[in-house]
């Protein structure tokens, strides 16, 4: 990606800055999430200030900023999974009222600041937008624009510049700065550290471009023509919010698309964000086809360098076989819900497996009583075939099969020189039958 210089009725005049660190943690990566820890580094004095978010974080956020929402009773808290420890939180309006008034208290320590340049280091423009959108939902933007002047993006000035510098060891130098009672916060996913990073990485640029004879970046004239204004960010921001409305227009024709796995769920997106950043919706596109049919739709998707050449023709059929009553929607497979399997063991059902434990490994050795015949004699189950689990010491039970033996060996007792002969009891079990 190639960065250039802004326009300069965008930038801000030449003049002295007070040059702030800002990073933020989110809920999400969605201009809709909110803020979950807002910090700012200066050299002489930091802001560190987590806030409790109305949504949860999604898991990607938890895993990267190691937080997480806990609820106790009735109440929602925001934990620290590095320490296991509850977090001290302030709503979102009492934060950001809070950072303001930092903000001016930082002003008005350095003498004859001209406002606020508030530095940030990220690949993709992210920063400027939540924040002015956090301040928008409480009319905090006038109190933020006479504070603040503008955002420098340090990622993009090092790639305008060319600049080699050596960012491990800058981290590593940040790294080394944070308190021992701070360790918990020496990671990539914590805002304060990259906020950190991105004022040092800002003030190591500026001093190799002075040869080391500027102390910081406040007197030098590196920034200059890279400095959006806040203006800039504000109307960026309300194309972003008009993008996204054209977005959702075309979610009947991509809402099979996020059904199925993350290839296809990621090629309609790009889909839908390429069609809206070029300013179409679902019925521009639509009077586009009436018009001229697939040819028009080909004309113009044709142009859109920003998706792959191998994949326009097939947003074309995509958006034909939709507007063609004739023909059929182009969908994905959805991904089919794997059933769970049931488990079947081999050694066959518990009754059984009770049974060959007692030595009966036969199965058809005994029918189970709605099998058998309505005049067939159903005889009771031997005791020995049940679960000594079911037993009771106490009240043993005793089988028809035991009653039906005879009781006929009897040892003969002497006593003294009498002997008692054997007694024979016979008890006999009146025969069951069945009906």
């Known amino acids: 990606m190639t960065v250039t210089e802004v326009a300069a009725e965008n930038t801000i005049p030449k003049g002295k800055y007070t040059f702030i660190g800002v990073d933020i943690d989110t809920t999400g990566r969605r201009i809709l999430d909110e803020i979950v820890h ?27 900023h190691q937080l997480r929402i806990i609820t106790v009773g009735f109440f929602r808290m925001l934990k620290c999974t590095l320490t296991n420890k509850v977090v001290k939180c302030k709503t979102e309006v009492v934060a950001l009222k809070t950072f303001l008034d930092w903000l001016e208290q930082r002003k008005a320590a350095d003498a004859a600041s001209e406002g606020v340049v508030l530095v940030y280091n990220e690949p993709i423009k992210f920063i400027p937008y939540m924040l002015l959108e ?13 504070l603040v002047v503008g955002f420098v993006d340090g990622h993009a000035l090092a790639e305008a510049k060319g600049d080699a510098i050596n960012i491990e060891a800058v981290r590593e130098m940040v790294k080394g700065q944070l308190k021992a009672e701070d360790q918990e916060k020496n990671f ?16 190591q640029m500026a001093k190799d471009a002075a040869n ?13 023509g890279f400095v959006h204004s806040v203006n800039v960010d504000i109307n960026e921001l309300t194309n972003q919010n008009k993008c996204i409305d054209l977005q959702h227009t075309f979610r009947p024709i991509f809402v099979q698309f996020f059904k199925t796995n993350l290839y296809h769920r990621y090629k309609a997106v790009t889909f839908r964000r390429v069609l809206a950043e070029k300013g179409f919706d679902l019925k521009s596109l639509e009077d586009i086809w009436n018009g001229k049919k697939k040819d028009g739709l080909t004309e113009i998707i044709s142009k859109m360098d920003e998706i792959k050449e191998e994949n326009r023709s097939e947003l074309v059929d995509i958006l034909d076989s939709y507007f063609d009553p004739e023909k059929e929607a182009i969908v994905p497979p959805t991904k089919a819900n794997p059933r769970r399997r049931s488990f079947k063991s081999s050694k ?23 099998e058998s015949n309505n005049n067939e004699i159903v005889a009771s189950p031997d005791s020995n075939t049940r679960s000594p689990r079911r037993q009771r010491r106490s009240r043993r ?31 006999t079990a009146p025969e069951i039958t069945v009906a």
Not at 136 to 146: A, E
Not at 400 to 419: A, L, N, W
């Open 212 to 224: 080391g004879e500027t102390e910081d970046i406040i007197s030098s004239d590196l920034v200059q």
């Open 38 to 64: 807002l910090s700012a580094y200066s050299p002489k004095e930091q802001f560190d200030q987590y806030v409790i978010p109305v949504m949860n974080l999604n898991p990607a956020a938890r895993q990267r």
């Open 188 to 203: 990539e996913g914590n805002a304060m550290m990259r906020a950190r990073l991105a004022y040092f990485l800002l003030e």
């Open 134 to 146: 956090a301040l928008k939902k409480y009319d905090l933007v006038d109190r933020f624009s006479h």
């Open 348 to 370: 066959g059902s518990p009754r059984e497996n009770r049974r060959s434990r007692n030595g009966n490994n036969d199965k058809m050795d005994k029918k189970h009583p709605a």
């Open 397 to 427: 039970r005793i089988s028809t099969k035991q009653m039906d033996k005879s009781i006929t060996e009897v040892p003969t007792t002497e006593i003294g020189t009498t002997v008692i002969p054997p007694v024979t009891i016979t008890v």
